[in-house]
């Protein structure tokens, strides 16, 4: 899944893709080095960033999704947690939402799923409200609400990936306590995504800016893929897609007991 940030003020790419035709060549590129999915974000998601108006998120992702749409056959997720925006993106031709709130900022968004078929990725997040002390415990106690609210509205399991929410509200430690513990989130029996790009903890073991944490990003993508992760959400498709080949490689190679 390549990141396309349609903003002025995302933490690693800002303002670099704030045209349709910018964000389209974007998009380009990543299809063309293996992205499977563009995931189109119209606001900001990174600590402490201003929140952007529902019009205004609007204004920036439908132009760009419409476009992609007419153009290509390739799958295109909206990153957005507002029950508005997720349907007129589906309208416009998005075929997954993307929550980083897990349903529980707008839980009518789970409705729009339902009613649309669309694919729904439930992430995990420890922003404005109290987490548990075990990281894994916080992952099923939050996850386990949103899967509630998913299935009051209708959702079938089938079109649910889960985002245990790397970087958000999780210190260090805690992000990589969850990467250690990773293969325990298989007790969920869904599929599950992964958004480590560029984020801040691997800043904070590599020493390197945003900018230059691609080759830790792949790292990181590679071990999650050993421990099952199944979708890689990323700024640079093309590292990646080369870390992935690696693990792919070796679980071939793994006793199916073993992985």
Excluded at 97 to 107: A, I, K, M, T, Y
Excluded at 146 to 164: K, N
């Amino acid at each position: 899944m390549g990141i396309l940030n349609v903003t002025p003020d995302s933490f690693s790419d800002g303002g670099l893709f704030d045209t349709t035709e910018r964000a389209l060549d974007q998009a380009r590129r990543m299809i063309a080095e293996g992205a499977a999915i563009i995931d189109i974000g119209g606001e900001s998601t990174r600590p402490g960033a201003a929140p952007t108006a529902a019009e205004e998120e609007q204004a920036r992702v439908l132009p760009v999704i419409a476009a992609l749409a007419a153009e290509r056959e390739t799958l295109i997720s909206v990153d957005t947690y507002r029950e508005e925006t997720a349907r007129k993106a589906i309208a416009a031709g998005a075929h997954i939402v993307n929550d980083v709130w897990g349903l529980q900022r707008e839980p009518a968004l789970a409705r729009v799923a339902a009613e649309y078929g669309a694919g729904l990725v439930v992430m995990h997040t420890g922003r404005e409200r109290d987490k548990e002390a075990d990281v894994i415990a916080d992952q099923f106690a939050f996850l386990g609400r949103s899967l509630e609210i998913a299935d009051e509205a209708g959702v079938d399991r089938s079109a649910i990936v889960l985002d245990p929410g790397f970087g958000f509200a999780k210190d260090p430690d805690e992000n990589f306590a969850l990467i250690a513990r990773f293969g325990e989130l298989a007790a969920f029996g869904l599929p599950l995504i992964v958004g480590t790009s560029r984020k801040r903890f691997i800043g904070h073991a590599t020493g390197r800016e945003a900018s230059a944490r691609d080759a830790a990003t792949a790292a990181t993508s590679a071990v999650l893929r050993l421990k099952g992760a199944a979708l890689f959400r990323v700024h640079d498709v093309a590292i990646n897609v080369d870390a992935l080949a690696i693990a792919d490689a070796i679980l071939a190679q793994t006793p199916p007991k073993d992985r």
